[in-house]
């Protein structure tokens, strides 16, 4: 991105303003957003939800088709949130396991 914005500032400049409101960008994002979560309820293996799994496998991926319906104003700014979210959760699962001074 930021060599895009070196090369061309003013379609660059054009392109991030745009990004906020761009349906193309906010569907793509929580489309992923939703699959990534999915995937991540999929694995999940705690026991307490064993019985109530399918219902909210369905109960998401029906959340992540409504966001899409309904909440299209900054979709793309949403999407992008929840992508961020869940490469955080990357981040800390991976930071969990590291043997360093500066982890807990």
Do not use: H, I
Not at 90 to 98: I, P
């Amino acid at each position: 991105m930021s060599l895009f914005g070196l090369m061309k500032p003013g379609a660059f400049v054009t392109a991030a303003r745009g990004f906020p409101r761009s349906q193309t960008w906010g569907y793509a994002l929580v489309a992923l957003a939703t699959g990534w979560f999915l995937y991540y309820l999929r694995n999940e293996s705690v026991s307490d939800f064993a019985a109530y799994k399918s219902y909210m496998y369905l109960g998401f991926a029906l959340l992540g088709l409504l966001t899409c319906l309904f909440l299209t104003d900054f979709l793309a700014v949403r999407g992008l949130a929840l992508v961020l979210l869940l490469l955080a959760k990357v981040m800390l699962d991976t930071a969990r396991w590291s043997e360093s001074s500066w982890g807990w």
